[in-house]
């Protein structure tokens, strides 16, 4: 691949007419090189103008040079750079070379005016040129310092637009040339290519001839060809093509009140993304930052039941909006998710759904929720349901470690288990008990837990032999995604379905050859079942010790 500087070099110097494009920030640059351009004019004019300044040198050359190195970053094609009149004196032209070189830019023009300069078409009559010599030394300086030898050096010639002549302009266009610069450009500001065709037909061919044709623009391209132009620059064209949409857009919005009239007749949001290669970032997030960063599970919480032993207190909302301590069941729950990192939170409403108001969470519904119990809640989050998946119950309270820890799983199905409850465990007491292959043994180093099966007193277990409660805190991960759907569609298929929890589920995944792993925790947890839940949930939350009661 060519450098930038020797891709400018060959559009400057190869057979037939090329064609640059004005920018004026990184996104413009980007999109003239997508337009399919070769090369970028980084006009003096846009650029000031996209800063807001005028184009009298009133942003400073290192102002400029910060917008040329985003334009650098945001292309791969050469840039021409108008320099103006490389903002000072040969040793300011000297420094800006070495910076610009070192931002990738490919070339530099400067114009035979005086610094501060003021656009060539605003009283350009009224305008000073430099002395020929002393801006043959800015060129000659310019040359003496590129360190790459294809870094062009354009010199623009201003006679023209001063309206001192024909010969003048050659004069100068001449000693510039013999000074070392590698291109002509020869300005105009006459409605017609006149003058710089008569100038072009003299010059022939001496150097490569650049033009301009904002004033001549009628002029058809084929007389550019014809004269033997070398270049031909666009010089402002995207800036203000972007002026009369902003205009437009802007005055329609402020007018209407409303954005409805807009949307369809501007880019969507997604493109903004593209142009700025999201993906490439999102790609390289993967890559590159630490797992527990980038590998957050979304979580999916089933709050869709009322929680009726709980009466009057849950009349107007669901239990999982219960506040403790001012603050809904739910709301902290999200909370302890966020700290976490964990940001994709769906819910899973069914009693009252229009109470649940917490904002930046994906609100699902189980329509059938009266007659159904959480697995058929469950089923309605299963699109939320992915390869790295936390479910939980919606009237949990959780010391944080907990989510902490589930989440490092890596085993495809995990659950929480509290195995501080075993010794008071009776047959009375309703509660998802499980028994599982070992017991917790509380040591450091614990052995691989799995679930066995979850009890059922229906069927005349006795919740005596439990090693522990589920909590009712999962984590589904890689692999446990298929297994969860191919339980969960074998279920579903069963006339019994809306009678089955998510412990239904949980027994079925044990048929697996790996049955889910138990993660055993000792206590520091609470759901709210009823109204003594609600006192100690309150102690709970401040901190304070609380005994778990069954
Ligand atoms: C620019 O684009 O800033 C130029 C060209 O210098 S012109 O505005 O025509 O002078
Ligand atoms: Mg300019």
Excluded at 220 to 243: C, D, E, G, M
């Amino acid at each position: 691949m060519k450098s930038r500087a020797a891709q400018l070099r060959d559009l400057l110097t190869g057979n037939g007419l090329n064609f640059l494009m004005e920018a004026h920030n990184g996104l413009s640059a980007k999109i003239v090189e997508e337009a399919g351009f070769p090369g970028i004019w980084a006009s003096g004019l846009t650029m000031s103008a996209a800063l807001g300044v005028r184009d009298n040198n009133e942003a400073s050359w290192t102002q400029v040079l910060e917008t040329l190195e985003f334009m650098s970053d945001a292309t791969s094609i050469p840039i021409l750079v108008d320099g103006d009149t490389g903002y000072g004196d040969f040793n300011s032209v000297r420094r800006l070379v070495k910076k610009l070189e070192q931002r990738g830019v490919a070339g530099l023009c400067i114009e035979d005016k005086l610094f501060p300069k003021t656009n060539s078409f605003i009283n350009g009559e009224a305008q000073p040129l430099a002395e020929i010599a002393e801006f043959c030394g800015k060129i000659k300086a310019a040359k003496d310092t590129q360190q790459d030898p294809n870094f062009c050096l354009v010199a623009r010639v201003e006679a023209l637009i001063a309206g001192w002549g024909l010969a003048e302009a050659m004069r100068r266009a001449e000693a510039y040339r013999a000074a070392g610069a590698d291109a002509i450009l020869m300005h105009s500001k006459k409605k017609d290519a006149g003058e710089i065709f008569e100038f072009a037909r003299t010059w022939d061919g001496r150097a490569p001839l650049i033009i301009v044709p904002t004033m001549y623009y009628s002029t058809p391209t084929q007389q550019f060809r014809a004269h033997k132009i070398s270049v031909v620059i666009w010089a402002n064209h995207l800036l203000r093509a972007a002026i009369s949409a902003m205009q437009q857009t802007a005055a329609k919005v402020y007018k209407e009140e409303s954005l409805t009239n807009v949307e369809d007749h501007i880019v969507p949001v997604k493109e903004i993304f593209r142009l700025q290669k999201s993906e490439e970032l999102i790609a390289a997030e993967e890559k590159y930052l630490q797992p527990s960063f980038t590998k957050q599970p979304n979580a999916v919480i089933l709050a869709a039941s009322r929680g009726s032993e709980l009466g009057e207190l849950t009349q107007a909302r669901p239990k999982a909006m219960l506040p403790i301590g001012g603050k809904p069941i739910l709301a902290r729950l999200v909370e302890d998710l966020r700290s976490h990192g964990i940001r994709d939170i769906a819910v899973v409403a069914g009693y009252k759904p229009e109470t649940i108001t917490i904002d930046g969470i994906t609100l699902l519904h189980n329509p059938d929720f009266e007659h159904s119990k959480d697995l058929a809640t469950l089923a309605c989050a299963l699109p939320k349901v992915k390869d790295n998946t936390l479910i939980l119950y919606g009237d949990l309270l959780l010391r944080r470690y907990i989510v902490r820890d589930l989440i490092e799983s890596d085993a495809p199905i995990t659950i929480v288990v509290d195995s501080n409850v075993r010794q008071k465990i009776t047959d009375k007491v309703k509660g998802d008990y499980v028994v599982c292959n070992v017991p917790d043994e509380r040591s450091v180093f614990s052995p691989d837990a799995r679930l066995v099966k979850c009890l059922n007193s229906a069927a005349g277990e006795s919740f005596r032999q439990a090693h522990g409660q589920w909590i009712g805190a999962l984590l589904v991960r890689g692999p446990g995604l298929g297994l969860l759907k191919e339980s969960l569609t074998r279920l579903q298929s069963r006339s019994d379905f809306p009678n089955f929890s998510v412990t239904d589920l949980l027994d079925d995944l044990v048929t697996f050859e790996h049955p889910p792993r138990v993660m055993y925790i000792s206590g520091d947890w609470l759901d709210v079942n009823n109204l003594p839940d609600v006192e100690r949930a309150s102690t709970f939350t401040q901190g304070l010790t609380y005994q778990r009661q069954l």
